[in-house]
């Protein structure tokens, strides 16, 4: 069974800092694309950054310079750093895990106050 358990949400500043991580448990992590995504509410879900199974990253025009994302395959684990926070940036934080199927977690909220 294919778990992504998302954790480190919460309610900061702008300007502030978060870290949210990703752990992935039936899944061969390292061959898998890991991805974050966000909803705020009445929008659609979007792409944030992805990271590939070689280390290539992508990210969204409205987050470069400021979030970074990573993995650790010995973990099974990809973390999102969240830096200078804007309010604009609230939203569910969801995981995402893409190889031959695609797997979703359950989201964490992510909430920056002005």
């Known amino acids: 069974q294919v778990q992504l358990a998302e954790s480190g949400g919460g309610l900061v500043q702008a300007g502030g800092s978060l870290r949210l991580s990703c752990a992935a448990s039936g899944i061969i992590f390292s061959i898998n694309t890991m991805g974050w995504y966000r909803q705020a509410p009445g929008k659609q879900r979007e792409l944030v950054a992805f990271?590939?199974?070689?280390?290539?990253?992508n990210y969204a025009d409205s987050v470069k310079g400021r979030f970074t994302i990573s993995r650790d395959n010995a973990k099974n684990t990809v973390y999102l750093r969240m830096n200078s926070l804007k309010p604009e940036d609230t939203a569910v934080y969801y995981c995402?895990?893409?190889?031959?199927?695609?797997?979703w977690g359950q989201g964490t909220q992510v909430t920056v106050s002005s």
């Open positions: 995402n895990a893409q190889k031959f199927d695609s797997y």
């Open positions: 990271i590939t199974s070689t280390g290539s990253t």
